[in-house]
């Protein structure tokens, strides 16, 4: 993996805080990816951060995706200026369904199961929906970073430093398995690029050459399960692939 630091090097030695991203493949294959970030203040929220230059349809003003970060719905993130950014729940407050990205033809967030809108920055614009979508705090830093806070719910998870053995940080990887489950870790650099597998430890000190991990504690199922990876870059994506336990 080659390192692409866009992280100060001392913050992410520091503490690391990974946001989640929910992926659904067909088959019933789940991962989730995480997201090497700074610390959060309040340590039972994340911080996801991220460069528009990762997303090239948010260097512009108007730009708006649907990001996947673990929360039960993606996050419409928007530009609306150039250093205002609007990250939404895409729960349209009507029924349920996943509002799409901002458009800015119609200069509106649009639900299109029953058409209800919604300003860039989630404030209800027009029904059914009575409600404005719920608007996470977000601020976009010196460094040309975009910072979404997110509360930690499910699928969100934090990763702490370990250790530091000469150039090589150990990062401990926390989630909740299911019973019967195997899970693998892979990393990629972007949420786009490819992923690749990675082994793991299961201990602090033991050795990462495992690649991966039957979840079989009948007696506490659904204990927390810790994997230790050794950082190779400072920032990129996590991703806990899960093939589920067939009943
Ligand atoms: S669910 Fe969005 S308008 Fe009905």
Redesign the pocket.
């Known amino acids: 993996m080659t390192p692409t630091p866009s992280i100060d090097r001392r913050t992410v030695v520091r503490q690391l805080f990974l946001g989640t991203a929910l992926t659904l493949f067909g088959g019933g294959l789940r991962s989730q990816s995480v997201l090497a970030s700074e610390s959060p203040g309040n340590a039972m929220e994340g911080l996801l951060t991220l460069s528009p230059a990762d997303f090239p349809v948010l260097l512009n003003p108007g730009g708006s995706l649907l990001l996947t970060v673990g929360l039960p719905y993606p996050i419409v993130l928007s530009r609306a200026s150039a250093d205002v950014f609007y990250a939404v729940s895409s729960e349209?407050q009507?029924?349920?369904?996943v509002?799409g990205a901002y458009n800015p033809t119609l200069g509106l967030i649009r639900?299109s199961?029953?058409?209800?809108t919604y300003q860039i920055d989630g404030t209800l614009a027009g029904g059914?929906?009575e409600r404005s979508l719920p608007r996470y705090p977000t601020s976009f830093d010196a460094q040309g970073r975009i910072q979404v806070r997110l509360p930690a719910t499910y699928g969100f998870r934090t990763i702490s430093l370990e250790s530091i053995v000469g150039d090589t940080r150990r990062l401990s990887l926390v989630f909740n398995p299911t019973l019967g489950s195997t899970y693998s870790v892979q990393f990629r650099s972007d949420l786009n690029g490819p992923a690749q597998l990675i082994p793991f430890a299961t201990t602090p000190a033991g050795s990462a050459n495992q690649t991966s991990y039957t979840n079989n504690n009948f007696a506490n199922p659904t204990q927390a399960v810790t994997l230790y990876v050794d950082q190779t870059t400072s920032r990129g994506f996590y991703q806990i692939v899960c093939i589920p336990a067939q009943y």
């Open positions: 349209c009507h029924s349920g369904c509002v639900c199961c029953h058409g209800s059914p929906a």
